[in-house]
């Protein structure tokens, strides 16, 4: 069998994740970015506030925190 020089988009025979990889990754949607950026500024808020109410109730019932 001859190989003949093909681009990798019009390369069928070859599997899917091989073509996958072949091809380069498109760059990211600039709504995606920031969606992702409110979701862990959001996360983190939420987990600082649970962390200063825990705090807030250990000195309630009484506990020195730190």
Do not use: V
């Not at 073509?19 to 939420?46: C, D, G, I, M």
């Amino acid at each position: 069998m001859k190989f003949l020089p093909a681009k990798h988009s019009e390369n069928p025979k070859l599997p899917e994740p091989f073509r996958q990889a072949l091809t380069p990754p498109e760059p990211p949607s600039a709504p995606s970015a920031p969606s992702s950026l409110n979701t862990l500024s959001t996360l983190s808020t939420l987990s600082t506030l649970s962390t200063l109410s825990t705090l807030s109730t250990l000195n309630t019932l009484g506990y020195d925190s730190f």
